[in-house]
């Protein structure tokens, strides 16, 4: 049973970048898409991002000027950077595996997600 | 972008009620969509993609129909673990865009 976690700072300042990581176990990260996905306190889902394990990417466009998704295949980790915050992105954020039969794009597997506030 | 609209956003039903949500995408997706459960400070768990195709370990009672623009996701027998919220993902498109989202809750 592949398990994912995140990590990273759970306050981020205004105009400052966010930064957190996905760390994946009890499987390989080589193989797969890997997701970014947010709730805003009280919202739905909004869908960041994914990377192949071979580096390729896709963004939201509404947020693609603000976004990098990188992998480290050694580590089995992957990563995402939000720049320029607002307390817009004040959210939880879920990393995620795309299952195959959806070509990647529906996610099987989550981790608990990590809550992000941004603060002025 | 495509917007995804569930409806209704709140529903209201006993146990052993069939249950039925409706997710309508504004454009066709033809059957690029997924739901998924959602309970109370956990991550969602996917049911259903393509449409109608179960996941793995999820109960018969749930299902999924549709095709285009309009999808169901119906419950045949509401059992007292699936008070949650349920949303619906599409991913046809360049950017995977999901549902507001719909609360059942016990009646």
């Known amino acids: 049973q592949l398990l994912l976690r995140e990590s990273g700072p759970g306050l981020v300042n205004l105009s400052e970048t966010l930064s957190l990581t996905c760390t994946v176990s009890?499987?390989?990260?080589?193989?797969?898409?890997w997701n970014w996905i947010r709730q805003p306190p009280g919202k739905g889902l909004e869908w960041l991002g994914h990377?192949?394990?071979?580096?390729?990417?896709n963004y939201n466009p509404a947020l693609k000027s603000r976004v990098t998704i990188s992998v480290d295949t050694s580590k089995n980790q992957f990563s995402l950077k939000l720049s320029s915050v607002t307390a817009a992105d004040t959210a939880v954020y879920y990393c995620?595996?795309?299952?195959?039969?959806?070509?990647?794009?529906?996610?099987?597997?989550w981790g608990p997600g990590t809550t992000v506030i941004v603060s002025s | 972008d495509i917007q995804m609209t569930q409806s209704p956003s709140t529903l209201s039903a006993s146990v052993g009620d069939r249950v039925t949500i409706t997710c309508r995408a504004s454009?066709?997706?033809?059957?690029?969509l997924a739901w998924y459960q959602q309970k109370p400070g956990k991550a969602p768990k996917l049911l259903i993609y393509?449409?109608?195709t179960l996941e793995t370990g999820v109960p018969s009672r749930f299902s999924g129909s549709g095709s285009g623009t309009e999808f169901t996701l119906t419950i045949s027998s509401l059992q007292p673990e699936d008070f949650a919220t349920y949303y619906c993902?599409?991913?046809?498109?360049?950017?995977?865009?999901f549902g507001q989202g719909t609360k059942v809750e016990i009646k």
């Open positions: 995620a595996r795309g299952l195959g039969g959806c070509g990647g794009d529906c996610y099987i597997s």
């Open positions: 454009q066709s997706i033809g059957t690029w």
């Open positions: 009890a499987g390989s990260i080589s193989d797969y898409y």
């Open positions: 993902q599409q991913y046809n498109s360049y950017s995977r865009t």
């Open positions: 393509k449409a109608s």
């Open positions: 990377i192949h394990y071979s580096g390729g990417t």
